[in-house]
């Protein structure tokens, strides 16, 4: 009798086969685990816990975990609901140089509120005041550059 050729996700299959063998391609989320990692990294930068996202989302928390995880596939409503909770447009959320260049702006922001944290009132105010002078003489400078 011949031989079958062994199936690659069976068992004794040559070839790594994680998950209980079962090939990556195949197990479900595998093609939107980048996806899952650029909203943990959104959420994370929005200083939003998983369970903060769902209820602004109106989506379950064991959903966005499996979202994170790459273990289930969005659906394109769920996709919606997810990056706009995060006040974001799609095109934002798939987009390599907003998202780096709003984590770190998310992360200045917040160095910025701890220092002004710190301050009294007054102090804060002054702060305040020096910044938006600091940014009018930007925009003039700017200007006279065009």
């Given at each position: ?71 289930r596939d969005p659906s394109l409503s769920s996709i919606e609901a997810v990056v706009g909770a995060l006040g974001l447009s799609v095109a934002q959320f798939f987009d390599d140089t907003f998202a780096a260049a709003g984590a770190t702006r998310d992360a200045q922001a917040r160095a ?35």
């Open positions: 009798m011949p031989r079958v050729p062994a199936r690659p996700y069976a068992p004794g299959a040559k070839g790594p086969t994680p998950r209980g063998g079962v090939a990556e391609a195949a197990r479900p989320g595998a093609r939107f685990a980048r996806f899952g990692e650029r909203l943990r990294a959104l959420r994370v930068a929005a200083s939003l816990t998983q369970a903060e996202l769902a209820e602004r989302a109106d989506l379950d928390v064991s959903y966005i975990s499996q979202l994170e995880r790459g273990l910025i509120a701890q220092e002004l944290s710190s301050l009294d009132e007054e102090a804060r105010r002054d702060v305040v005041e020096i910044l938006r002078r600091f940014r009018a003489a930007v925009e003039r400078t700017a200007g006279a550059k065009r």
